[in-house]
């Protein structure tokens, strides 16, 4: 029995996932090819004359059902718009979220602006209503929600909230290309919206990103602020406020273009794959699947589970490295293992050579970052367990995932 068990064990094969980060799980091919080669035979590779980067923009409107988009360098540079287009004085507060990408947060540090982070609900790692009211304040300039991988923050009541104090609502947007809260796109609902087109998001052109807006003053800071605020097309262009070359180059709007035609595609097979795995989970001990809000449409950029630690021994951490051991498989527990406001640039005020402004001109309460404040950061951030999750997993993935989950979880379960 012992032996026959062992040989069994040693004969099976670990699967290899398709991965973002290489061909396996891209949708890159001759599509992609085949505009990028037209650009370059164009011989015009700067978007302000060609052609490419703006087909992408009106497409990507278009999609979203949005009036104003523009492309823009990465997903860091399309925050980084948002902020300046709304034109915050310095020392005024952003609310942010204590879980999302850095690069959703050192914008409003370059604008001169304090982060003010909110806690988030354990249950969906997103920000509230409830917790962004507790961060409001008289400096309060804007708030900054993070759809966090792929699952919309609850937007009704955080719109109705944001209304009733007339304060801007910009919605990274960068893992939920095509999600939806009560039949809205986001990066549709707030006044801005952001997305990344980097390596490892829905689509990609290895770095990229774009803005949107239905209001059309900000949709024209938005423009500037990407074209060093120079006014191409005024009768009298001139350089009007200080910003920076943030502009997407034709090589990748040829190539955006393309993936833009497959993004639906994209987003329907990771719905089903995510669907097909959260069946074969149900009701296993210790493990939750992704909670939905009835009102919202989930684009799985990850699948994360939480792992509940009183009934699998060291909780996410521990399956994540049986799921390695075992079958190869890596996950990532903890997600950005610690929250933002404990990384050195929040908690050693690394800005701008020894000045820390714009930490200077801050009021206490927006630089408290007492762990008892975020009890639902760090709980969320305890039992989170992100699984990489692709477009190209087919049945048979799926179903080792889901095995491996199973027989991991009972080998750990108390
Ligand atoms: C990826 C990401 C960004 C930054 O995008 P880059 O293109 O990497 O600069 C910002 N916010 C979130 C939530 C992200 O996932």
Request: glycine fraction near 8%.
């Amino acid at each position: 029995m012992v032996n026959s068990l062992t040989t069994q064990q040693t004969a099976t094969q670990n699967l290899n996932l398709p991965s973002d980060q290489n061909a396996s799980g891209r949708t890159l091919g001759s599509e992609e090819i085949a505009l990028l080669a037209e650009a370059i035979h164009s011989g015009t590779l700067t978007s302000t004359k060609g052609t490419f980067v703006k087909a992408l923009e009106k497409q990507f409107a278009e999609l979203l059902g949005v009036k104003y988009a523009y492309a823009c360098s990465s997903g860091s540079a399309a925050v980084h718009t948002a902020i300046a287009a709304i034109d915050p004085e310095p020392g005024d507060e952003i609310i942010t979220t204590s879980i999302t990408d850095m690069g959703a947060l050192t914008p409003i540090l370059y604008q001169g602006a304090i982060p003010r982070f909110a806690d988030v609900d354990p249950m969906t790692w997103n920000v509230t209503a409830q917790t962004i009211a507790e961060c409001l304040s008289d400096r309060t300039k804007a708030i900054i929600v993070t759809h966090l991988f792929g699952n919309p923050c609850n937007m009704t009541e955080i719109m109705e909230l944001a209304n009733s104090r007339g304060i801007p609502v910009i919605e990274d947007s960068a893992q939920a290309f095509l999600a939806k809260h009560d039949s809205q796109y986001t990066g549709t609902i707030g006044k801005v919206g952001c997305f990344s087109l980097q390596q490892g998001k829905h689509i990609t052109t290895g770095e990229g990103g774009l803005v949107t807006t239905n209001d059309e003053a900000l949709a024209r800071r938005l423009f500037l602020y990407i074209n060093k605020a120079f006014g191409y097309g005024d009768p009298k262009p001139d350089h009007y406020f200080i910003a920076l070359n943030y502009r997407m180059c034709e090589l990748q709007g040829a190539v955006a273009l393309a993936q833009l035609s497959k993004l639906k595609g994209i987003v329907e097979r990771r719905q089903i794959a995510a669907a097909k795995l959260t069946q074969k989970l149900q009701g296993l001990p210790g493990i939750t699947t992704p909670h939905i809000d009835p009102r919202n449409v989930h684009v799985y950029w990850k699948y994360c589970l939480q792992v509940d630690s009183s009934v699998i021994t060291n909780g996410a951490v521990g399956l994540a490295k049986k799921l390695k051991e075992e079958k190869g498989i890596f996950s990532a527990p903890r997600y950005i293992q610690k929250p933002a406001f404990q990384c050195e640039i929040f908690e050693k005020q690394r800005t701008f050579g020894n000045s820390r402004f714009p930490f200077t001109l801050a009021q206490n309460e927006a630089l408290d970052y007492t762990p008892a404040l975020f009890p639902g950061t760090f709980e969320g951030l305890e039992k989170v367990l992100v699984l990489p999750w692709n477009e190209a997993y087919t049945d048979e993935h799926i179903d080792y995932i889901a095995d491996a989950i199973h027989g991991c979880a009972a080998q750990l379960c108390c």
